[in-house]
């Protein structure tokens, strides 16, 4: 085996010509002798022993040839050739000189003289077979030696497209998966996307972005910053659903070629999608990830009437699922910089076409506003319809937002900023109106009103100027409206109600007139109207006992206790003449001059009078001065 010849301590060539010689030498002598003593037996002509002694060296350079011939791969699917199947590598079985010259050999034999013209003939085969075999295995040994040399490993394109995809699927898929795969795959065939006629126009002049020399220098899968090299070679997906090709290459030999990207922008699966066409046939698609980068970029390339063309390696191999040759390819995708060294600066380029944003109309302009600045395939058109007008920017042939090139986002990020900044620059100007009139004496509530801005946008743009509020003078008048108000023993709450002021306001003018304020704890909108339903029904229960009912048949006809219509009967007589219980009344006087609240009183009586006061306040304005 060629592995274990290189284990010999022995140069390379003397093992090649070891291998070569000896079995030759040993099966040339060996068949002499045995014809020597045929001739020695009279049972030949002494011519026969140099015929068989050639002979014997074809048959030992044919044993070394046998040994090291490549088997056919019999666990290969077998290749379909018109109406034969035959195994893959079958070739192999009739690859070398010795078959294909031994007619040669025979007829060159017929013209040796006495010597029988079939027995010549096989034996000049046989020494035809030979030569030609040494040679061949001569060569053959070469081939499996360099093979397994380091520098020799494997060959420029190997080493990208490596070993072959399809054949390895039945490693690690069965017969009945495959089987399941194939509808699968039938069905991804017939949902393949056919381009739309003028979507991709094919003017102009092939442009390599990056050169062969260059590319050959990258390593696959490189891992580097992009910015250090010029591309990245990468599968190209998606090969196995186009159709075959007309052309057939010869299967599993590996191809260089120029590949041309075509941006597809009407794809429904994929607006940013970038095709890969061979020869004007499309073979398959970048990645998603690169071509939503670059698919704008590409465009614009191609409306500068270039054709984007980039390195790669494909080879034909057999499938399983498809039964049939698909195509394998490795693309060379560049990198950013490679396609900014030839396009304008997109931030110029988006100045330059501010015009396009003034150019739509007024509703279209609201519309992207309303969508943050962001287009929809709606609004997209409406840009298209401006295509004449602005040639170079690289619009897409069709209405679809996702198309859309870089310098219309950044177009469109121009405008949004000019909107915030005008939004901001009048925002300014309504915080210097409210401080001037803050400045001025007014009030921040007035100002607020006066120009229709928040109180607390009013105070933050105080505290960031260093601005404080004037203390306005008390007015006279409301302060003494309040003071008389609580002098007839009202409320907080009710004097806001009566004078139109937030209880804030009247208590701070009651401070200012060092005049106590009595609060008026608990009372809400829903204790009021629970208060004004007490009266209420204290004033039925008394109606009820001056028509001459008992307690007992007040009770039945307003469906509550005895001990309710009591205390009602009671509740009642009070709230209609507080002066009838003057020691109930003044113990309410005294709570409200203490200002306690239900958390302060001390017992039931405290708790009553504090209720009795919030209900005389209802019903009786004043009862706190009254006789």
Known sequence: MPGLDLLLPLPVSGVRLSRMALPGAALALWIAVLCAVLV???AGDPALITLRALAGVGFGATAVRGAYRVQPDWSLHPRRRRSVQCPAQAGSMVRGFDTTLLPVGSAAARTVPGVCAWDAAARAGWFFCGVCSCADV?????TLYDSLMPQAASTDAERFLGSPRWAHMTEWMSTSEIGEARPEWRLRCSQRYQRQPGEYPQVGTPLLLVSWEQAESIEPYDDRPFDEIVGLWMPVVGTEYEPPR???ERSGTIYKADFELVPEPGNPYDHTALAVDLNGVRIGYLGASYAAHHHWRVRALNVLGHRVVVPGFYRSTFSPIAERDCLEAFALRPTTQMYDGILEDQEEQASRINELWAALSNETRERIACGGFHLTDETAGEVLKLQERFPD?????LPYADAMPRSIQLMLRNARHEQAESKWRKARELDAKALDLVRGGSSVRNASRE????????RKAMKEAGVTALRKH????RDQTVVLLAEKGLSLSAISAEAGLSV??????LRRRDVPTRGVSGVNEWSR???????SDCADALKLQGQGNTREEIAKQMGVSVHTVKKRLSDGHFFDNPANNPQRLDLARRVREQSLKQSECSGFGEQRALTDGNVLDLIHAGWMHRA
């Open 40 to 42: 020695l037996l009279g």
């Open 138 to 142: 001569f060569e053959t040994e070469v």
């Open 246 to 248: 007309k052309n057939q």
């Open 393 to 397: 920017i690289g619009l897409p042939t």
């Open 451 to 458: 120009i229709a801005i928040s109180e607390t946008r009013i």
């Open 474 to 477: 008390a007015d006279e008048s």
């Open 504 to 509: 804030r306001a009247v208590s701070a003018a």
């Open 529 to 535: 109207a629970s208060m004004l339903q007490r009266v």
